[in-house]
């Protein structure tokens, strides 16, 4: 087996007959089609030029992709073998989106906290939609749990 050396950013290395995929597919899969969602309501607010929603909502998805994607790189939970990764980064990167939504909103009582726990349960629901969608698609596949 021919492999390249090992950098961060890699999400492939060179076997020797075909690219092998390394990392968390149904992470990056789940990301692509939560941007898709995103760009959706970024053209909606841009035809009605609503552009201080525009950047929150950028940069909320900004942060909680790359605190997630971050994450499970730094605590190599980006190369586990079984679906989904853990609850907790999804937690922590709903929770740094919330906050970062939260202080780029409206400055009202409560708004801080509200919008870092409703990220926090937002993130949870992304592991969830993760972890049952990943096993209806392998199954769809023909895998069987032992």
Same mark, same amino acid.
């Given at each position: 087996?021919?492999?390249?050396? $090992?950098? @961060?950013? !890699?999400? =492939?290395?060179? !076997? !020797?007959? =075909?690219?092998?995929?390394? +990392?968390?597919?149904?992470?990056?899969?789940?990301?692509?089609?939560?941007?898709?969602?995103?760009?959706?309501?970024? @053209?909606?607010?841009?035809?009605? $030029?609503?552009?201080?929603?525009?950047?929150?909502?950028?940069?909320?998805?900004?942060?909680?992709?790359?605190?997630?994607?971050?994450?499970?790189?730094?605590?190599?939970?980006?190369?586990?073998?079984?679906?989904?990764?853990?609850?907790?980064?999804?937690?922590?990167? +709903?929770?740094?989106?919330? =906050?970062?939504?939260? =202080?780029?909103?409206?400055?009202?009582?409560?708004?801080?906290?509200?919008?870092?726990?409703?990220?926090?349960?937002?993130? +949870?629901? $992304?592991?969830?939609?993760?972890?049952?969608?990943?096993?209806?698609?392998?199954?769809?596949?023909?895998?069987?749990?032992?």
């Amino acid at each position: 087996m021919n492999k390249m050396p $090992h950098f @961060a950013w !890699d999400l =492939f290395y060179r !076997d !020797d007959r =075909f690219l092998v995929y390394r +990392g968390r597919f149904e992470v990056v899969a789940s990301l692509a089609a939560l941007a898709l969602v995103v760009l959706v309501a970024a @053209a909606i607010l841009a035809w009605g $030029h609503n552009w201080s929603q525009l950047t929150r909502v950028a940069f909320t998805f900004i942060a909680y992709s790359v605190t997630l994607v971050g994450g499970l790189k730094l605590k190599r939970a980006w190369y586990g073998a079984e679906p989904p990764p853990p609850l907790p980064y999804f937690a922590l990167a +709903g929770g740094v989106a919330g =906050f970062l939504s939260g =202080f780029l909103g409206p400055h009202h009582p409560f708004v801080l906290m509200a919008s870092t726990t409703a990220g926090i349960l937002l993130g +949870g629901a $992304h592991w969830l939609a993760i972890r049952q969608s990943w096993r209806a698609f392998m199954r769809l596949l023909g895998w069987r749990p032992q």
